[in-house]
């Protein structure tokens, strides 16, 4: 007992040191992720590169083409519940630098009229490299999700997963805040390339990790050297959680909730610029609103959940604020830069709600042993989302505005029409909303313990 007592995980100063250095990394993740969206003003503007609606869609979406149609987040979920967290911190981290090295080409060079498989060469390679990037993000943040829950189980781990999710996603804010600006002042490729830089120091981050990981680990053992041995993985394990309804509830709503948060980071700045007049070299202020606020509010919510329970609700309340805040965005009578401002607010705080919740939901659900496999199932789900929402709104913000893009190109003051568009959010948020009341009759009916709290009194 005394030795259980002095491991890492007992010493608050230590979890919290280990959550901070993954925490990083992901904030190095989401910050390389965002940061084109606020560029689509400028790249519209910039004739060398000839992009279109249905080009970007093509571009933002393909940050899922590896991870949806190559089953890649179910091959690095069994990697990580087969050689465990150390080596999918390293292979994760890679892969990510990789990508973005690929993705930064793309944008620095100026491929002409060359093309690949029927497309311009450009866009390929930069899809090629977000594709990549992709995967390695992704299988980063299954592999974070893991770590938090074996270093918090039973402690603050609704607080924890929120901290991880707010400093992530600050990642997310400063390319949306500041992204456009540093463009204009320097250029595209250099503010890619200090993206790839901030992902080289979260490499390194990881590695950091990998030592406390290591002593945690000789810990355990030794711990339970008199205890049975753990049952190790099986593919036959995966029966647990497929055969279970309430994760597939949690999958669908994850998948229906970021559909309609993560694409409007892609399209939000364009809608600020072409529905309230925001200015291009700001185009991502208001949107950076929402990443920002999900820094104080989903580490709070989770502590809520922690202390208090009443998981379930918080996810029901979080989708119901995300239905409200898109029908106002579609509304085209609301132009007012000002109201569009408040209602980022409102959706960070919709935002922070949903995933304070959910995640911390999983591990009541699905075995310890079965986690790993359990978030790249839900993260795998969420990349079809990832992957149709973003091409299927490009697909119709093109149709429903013909000849845009080249009359943008052209110096015409023209802006795109997003009132068909955005009806996509607008269904997305519906959709979650039910599937939030499904998930809490069925928490009710099966008792999970969603509504519980999560601290081991």
Known sequence: MNAIKQSLRDSKKARWTALIILSFTMFAGYMFNEIISPLKPLIDADPSFGWDGSDFGMFFSAYGWFNVFFLM??????????FGIRFSTISSAAIMVIGAAIKYYAFKTDMGDAQIFGFGARLMTACFGYALFGVGVEYAGITVSKAVVKWFKGKEMAMAMGMQ???ARLGSFVPLMFGAYFATITSIPTTVFMGVLILIIGFIGFLVYNIMDVKLDKEDKAAAANDEP?????????????????FWLIAVLCVLFYSAVFPFYKYGPDLMVNKFGVSDKWAGLIPSIVPFGTIFLTPFFGG?????GKGATIMIIGAALLVV????????????MYLAFANAILLGIGFSLVPSAMWPSV???????QIGSAFAIIFWIQNFGLWGIPLLVGIVLKNTNPGIAQQIK????????????????????????GIAFWLKYEDKRKGYGLEMPNIQK
């Open 325 to 336: 805040v898109h029908v106002i965005y579609w509304l085209p009578s609301i132009t007012n």
């Open 165 to 167: 999710v707010a400093i």
């Open 304 to 308: 809520i959940y922690d202390k208090k």
């Open 363 to 369: 591990p009541k659900i699905i075995p310890e042993k």
């Open 73 to 82: 987040l179910l091959v690095v979920g069994f990697l990580l519940d087969k």
């Open 230 to 246: 753990e049952e190790l993985f099986k593919l036959s394990d995966l029966k647990v959680i497929i055969s279970n309804r309430g």
């Open 410 to 433: 052209e110096g015409s003051d023209v802006v795109y029409d997003y009132e068909t568009t955005w009806l996509i959010f607008i269904a997305c948020t519906v959709l979650a909303l």
